[in-house]
């Protein structure tokens, strides 16, 4: 059985989605129970030369939402990148997760193999579609959505590995 990459690229991205959600509720929950604002964790960053919190969400959620976009054929959707709590983050992880769910898969299949050109930072990078799903798109889903996970532990926040593996609950007994 050959696996399709939008099965492969959706189910990803609904666990990681289903994760950001749960750590995101768990760290807005906290937020109410400690009285600290939530600007504080949306800020957040581990290292001086890291991306916050917040940014980590933007990516995670971006980043796959305009490249399946870009797979698909569709119009690359905008994002204004000025969330400034926990609501707006998880609205716009629905926002982005209706957007991949309204892409034709068929389109995201069509031609695995084929040449696909995409702007990456300041250059243009071309490469064979089904590759720019799995080492671009997968790894920068996994990438944001693990720091993302790791400020909020940085920060104190009692989350664990069943928190990261939230997405599989229906598979795993226990989970």
């Given at each position: 059985?050959?696996?399709?990459?939008?099965?492969?690229?959706?189910?990803?991205?609904?666990?990681?989605?289903?994760?950001?959600?749960?750590?995101?509720?768990?760290?807005?929950?906290?937020?109410?129970?400690?009285?600290?604002?939530?600007?504080?964790?949306?800020?957040?960053?581990?290292?001086?030369?890291?991306?916050?919190?917040?940014?980590?969400?933007?990516?995670?959620?971006?980043?796959?939402?305009?490249?399946?976009?870009?797979?698909?054929?569709?119009?690359?959707?905008?994002?204004?990148?000025?969330?400034?709590?926990?609501?707006?983050?998880?609205?716009?992880?629905?926002?982005?997760?209706?957007?991949?769910?309204?892409?034709?898969?068929?389109?995201?299949?069509?031609?695995?193999?084929?040449?696909?050109?995409?702007?990456?930072?300041?250059?243009?990078?071309?490469?064979?579609?089904?590759?720019?799903?799995?080492?671009?798109?997968?790894?920068?889903?996994?990438?944001?959505?693990?720091?993302?996970?790791?400020?909020l532990r940085h920060t104190?926040?009692?989350?664990?590995?069943?928190?990261?593996?939230?997405?599989?609950?229906?598979?795993i007994p226990g989970a």
């Open positions: 059985m050959s696996l399709s990459v939008s099965s492969s690229v959706n189910g990803a991205v609904a666990h990681m989605f289903e994760t950001l959600r749960g750590v995101l509720a768990k760290a807005a929950e906290r937020c109410k129970e400690t009285n600290v604002e939530e600007g504080v964790y949306l800020n957040w960053r581990m290292a001086p030369d890291m991306f916050p919190l917040a940014t980590q969400v933007r990516f995670a959620t971006e980043i796959p939402a305009r490249a399946l976009s870009r797979l698909a054929g569709a119009e690359i959707p905008s994002f204004p990148d000025d969330e400034t709590s926990f609501a707006e983050l998880l609205a716009r992880i629905d926002r982005a997760e209706s957007i991949i769910n309204g892409l034709d898969r068929a389109a995201i299949d069509a031609d695995a193999d084929v040449n696909i050109t995409v702007p990456m930072g300041p250059m243009e990078v071309t490469l064979p579609r089904k590759v720019f799903a799995q080492n671009w798109i997968l790894p920068n889903l996994y990438f944001h959505v693990t720091a993302a996970y790791l400020i104190g926040l009692d989350i664990g590995k069943r928190d990261f593996l939230i997405g599989l609950r229906d598979y």
